[in-house]
């Protein structure tokens, strides 16, 4: 499986932007797809995820972005998107997108694919 991800730029505070998580290669049947985001000198945090069983689909968010952004899919593109709202500076972080087959993991330790990150600048 190959991610790629993409959309980052700098924003200000209130702004948004449109992060995409392009996916190729086989993924298996049942798989997640999250975003995590690192900021400098921080742990990976768990940002938002999404999976899918038949015609339901799953989403969960961290505590810190619920209500401000939103996890979503286009099947025939084979993207998830991560629409951030209401940016705040502490959004300031390199997101990556990964794929596992946890369904319902935070822990970007359970995530085996991984994309190259997508640098977000929010400015105050």
């Known amino acids: 499986v190959q991610l790629q991800a993409f959309g980052g730029g700098l924003a200000q505070t209130g702004g948004s932007l449109r992060l995409s998580c392009a996916a190729s290669?086989?993924?298996?049947?049942?798989?997640?797809v999250a975003w995590f985001r690192q900021a400098p000198g921080k742990e990976r945090e768990f940002v938002a995820r999404i999976n899918w069983s038949g015609d339901s689909t799953y989403y969960a968010y961290a505590e810190f972005v619920k209500g401000r952004f939103t996890i979503s899919r286009d099947n025939a593109k084979n993207t998830v998107y991560l629409q951030t709202n209401s940016l705040k500076p502490e959004d300031t972080a390199v997101y990556y997108c990964?794929?596992?087959?946890?369904?319902?993991?935070?822990?970007?330790?359970?995530?085996?694919?991984w994309g190259q990150g997508t640098v977000v600048t929010v400015s105050s």
């Open positions: 290669g086989r993924t298996g049947s049942s798989y997640t």
């Open positions: 990964a794929v596992g087959s946890s369904r319902y993991s935070r822990d970007y330790r359970q995530y085996e694919y």
